[in-house]
């Protein structure tokens, strides 16, 4: 009983990835699915491929971007951020912020199988045991830290290094905090940049304790551990480890280059359940049934879209978009948490940076053999030189005490960060990264004969708080998923004054690392922002309006409700959207509060344990019933 509203068969030169390459979205279609995963990205291919493992369960997956497993855009370290504003990325903009000079951020987002994890920056990290406890305290039970762990392990398969390399490079590791049989390769760079070398001992200057980092604490200086597959040095992402190994199992599918429009849901014995979903494939509508779950995997700015785009969410947002309502749920979209960054410039020494040879044709080519015969050189080097900040080292205590007393929200999500907010607590509130290989061009007219190096400050408990929705239609007019999201963030707004005086107060402590030992040996002068006229100050405050930009790290969209349940979110505990049978989120947007770390480990753990969850549920119900086949 497949119902095929808008079969069209095709003759398509689209092809789609995996089993039964070459076959047609109408052919894809006649598959009669037990689950359908709205987005191959991270979280999505993860769970595809946990539910495809019993043979039982046929699994349809629909991604919008292309294949680009085999693109060394893609797979290679040292092209990192290059694959930002190519056809692999979404290139989404916020709406002109406010208190950003009327700014409009630039917002990356993987466009591709295996959705952000294939554009992303390899960084490999966990957040701290308060930032899932926190989750949990909300009442969402089992996502406090140690309940997380076994799922932060599920995915990695971590290599660790010699101790000639630990020695050399400052590699810390508790090889007990990390997994060693799952999906995705994590290690140590074993080629760096030039300014490595100075990063560990400079910050221990400034008082940072050397750390290790995955044991729920990651305050302090270390060498970053990356999602790299130490064999041949390419990117370790759900794409090439969840998908590429297990694409001939014949009950899995995937489509590439097909946009779902929307899910399906029909009142049935009266509840509101999902039975399919519609899409477009090569200009063409399609409808595609399942017999289990919808899993909406679309990420944070487009999953709560497919969920507005179906019927569920705010009804003036509905209205202005033309769609008609079937649940009402106005926190779908809202509790964005972005997490906001500012970049200092400098002028370095010239001995400095070993990346030269990466600017000229000759070098370049001479990099990329080395590269393909031996997998290492320059186009294996990372950003890797992390540091994470607690409040005490940039703040005063009457500083923090007055932060405190400008926070206004007494929900529970703002009290909650309100509680890190805290000058007697060891949490990495603000991040810094050490760039000498310029990943971003932050420098305004560059002088080629002159090396430069970035300092990255990334604020991790921001009370900034804004939300994405599907835009309004022209009148008369219904909104699709090709219309572009709203994305308003609210960067520094209400709450969000507190993130400019902390991110001001960071400010001062990036410019510090540059000017302490050994660092400073290296530092000429700093270009962004110039260094003041003599007799007067930097003003960071005024310049963060118009030097904040986004870390592209936004959650909270469809966020897990806790005890206060769809007055509170989008998601149970175990992911299901409320109201609705046979439909979950899984994904960053469930995150209800950010967390103090990037964020790929935690999606993939996410992923995990909703997939544990989907098949337990799967078990249990075809434990009492049988399968309606
Ligand atoms: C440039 C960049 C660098 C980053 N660097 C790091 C880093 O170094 N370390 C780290 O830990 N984190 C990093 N992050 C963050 C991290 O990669 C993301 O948080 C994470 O990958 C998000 O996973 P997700 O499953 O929620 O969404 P995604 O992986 O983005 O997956 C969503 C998928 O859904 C697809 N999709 C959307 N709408 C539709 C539709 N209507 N129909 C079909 N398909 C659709 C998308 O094309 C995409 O493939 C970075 C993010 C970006 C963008
Ligand atoms: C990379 O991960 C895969 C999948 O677990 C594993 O088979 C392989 O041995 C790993 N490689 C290394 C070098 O750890
Ligand atoms: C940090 O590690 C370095 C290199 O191993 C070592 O020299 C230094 O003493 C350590 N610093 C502290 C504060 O432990
Ligand atoms: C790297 O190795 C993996 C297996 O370990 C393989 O699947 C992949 O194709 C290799 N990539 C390149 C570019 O050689
Ligand atoms: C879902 O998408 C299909 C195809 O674009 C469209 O015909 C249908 O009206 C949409 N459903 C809703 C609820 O808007
Ligand atoms: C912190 O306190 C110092 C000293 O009183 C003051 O100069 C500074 O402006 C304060 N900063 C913030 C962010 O409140
Ligand atoms: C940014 O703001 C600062 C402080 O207001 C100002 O000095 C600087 O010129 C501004 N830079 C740009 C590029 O607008």
């Known amino acids: 009983m497949y119902i095929h509203k808008f079969y069209l068969p095709v003759l398509s030169l689209f092809l789609y990835a995996g089993k039964g390459e070459g076959l047609t979205a109408s052919q894809f279609c006649s598959h009669g699915f037990d689950y359908i995963i709205v987005g191959g990205g991270t979280a999505g291919l993860v769970v595809a491929n946990r539910l495809s493992a019993n043979p039982l369960i046929k699994v349809g997956v629909i991604e919008a971007g292309a294949n680009g497993l085999d693109d060394p855009i893609i797979y290679t370290p040292g092209f990192v951020g290059k694959a930002v504003g190519t056809s692999y990325d979404w290139a989404f903009s916020t709406t002109p912020q406010s208190e950003l000079e009327d700014r409009e951020l630039y917002w990356a987002r993987g466009k591709a199988l295996g959705g952000s994890s294939a554009i992303n920056f390899y960084v490999w990290m966990r957040g701290n045991k308060q930032d899932y406890d926190a989750w949990s305290n909300l009442g969402n039970t089992g996502w406090d830290f140690n309940s997380m762990v076994p799922y932060f392990k599920k995915p990695e398969h971590f290599w660790p290094p010699t101790a000639a390399e630990s020695n050399e490079f400052n590699l810390w590791f508790n090889a007990a905090d990390h997994g060693m049989s799952g999906p995705i390769n994590t290690s140590y760079s074993v080629t760096y940049g030039g300014t490595h070398q100075y990063w560990q001992q400079t910050l221990n200057n400034l008082h940072l304790p050397n750390r290790t980092t995955f044991g729920g604490s990651n305050w302090g200086v270390w060498t970053g551990l990356t999602s790299v597959n130490p064999d041949n040095r390419t990117r370790s992402y759900s794409a090439s480890q969840y998908y590429r190994p297990y694409a001939g199992r014949p009950n899995l599918f995937v489509l590439c280059n097909a946009m779902v429009r929307n899910v399906t849901l029909e009142t049935i014995g009266g509840q509101l359940t999902a039975t399919g979903v519609h899409f477009t494939y090569g200009g063409e509508d399609y409808h595609v049934s399942v017999n289990e779950e919808v899993i909406v995997s679309a990420g944070t700015v487009q999953s709560p879209g497919i969920l507005e785009l179906s019927g569920i969410g705010n009804p003036t947002v509905l209205a202005a978009a033309g769609i008609p309502l079937k649940l009402s749920n106005v926190n779908v979209g809202e509790h964005l948490q972005d997490r906001i960054m500012s970049v200092l410039a400098y002028e370095i020494d010239d001995s400095v940076s070993n990346q030269d040879p990466l600017n000229t044709p000759e070098g370049l080519a001479a990099a990329q053999a080395e590269y393909d015969t031996d997998h290492t050189g320059l186009l294996t080097v990372l950003p890797v030189d992390f540091a994470y900040v607690p409040l005490k080292y940039y703040l005063t205590k009457n500083n923090v005490t007055y932060l405190r007393s400008l926070v206004t929200g007494t929900d529970a999500r ?114 962004v922002p110039p260094e003041p006229a003599p007799g007067q100050k930097d003003n960071w405050f005024e310049n963060l309006k118009n030097s904040t930009v986004s870390d592209w790290h936004p959650i909270g969209t469809c966020a897990m409700g806790g005890s206060a349940g769809a007055s509170g979110g989008v998601v149970d505990a175990r992911l299901r959207v409320y109201g609705v049978k046979g439909l979950r989120v899984v994904d960053a947007s469930i995150m209800p509060i950010q967390i103090s770390s990037h964020l790929q480990g935690t999606v993939y753990a996410i992923a995990e344990k909703g997939a544990a969850m989907i098949i337990e549920d799967y078990v249990a119900r075809h434990h009492h019933h049988h399968h309606k086949d």
Do not use: C
Not at 422 to 448: K, R, T
Not at 454 to 475: C, D, E, K, R
Not at 510 to 520: F, H, V
């Open 414 to 527: 703002t009290q909650n960060i309100k509680s890190k907010l805290n000058w007697d607590i060891n949490l990495g509130s603000m991040e810094f990264v050490l760039d000498p290989n310029l990943l971003f061009p932050a420098v305004p007219n560059p002088d080629p004969t002159k090396k430069y190096a970035l300092v990255y400050q990334m604020l991790q408990y921001p009370f900034s708080t804004g939300n994405i929705h599907i835009p309004a239609a022209p009148s008369g007019g219904k909104t699709t998923s090709s219309d572009t999201p709203v994305i308003d963030p609210k960067y520094y707004q209400g709450d969000g004054i507190v993130d400019q005086y902390t991110m001001a107060a960071g400010q001062v402590f990036a410019d510090k690392i540059a000017r302490e030992g050994p660092m400073s040996s290296i530092i000429v002068k700093r270009v």
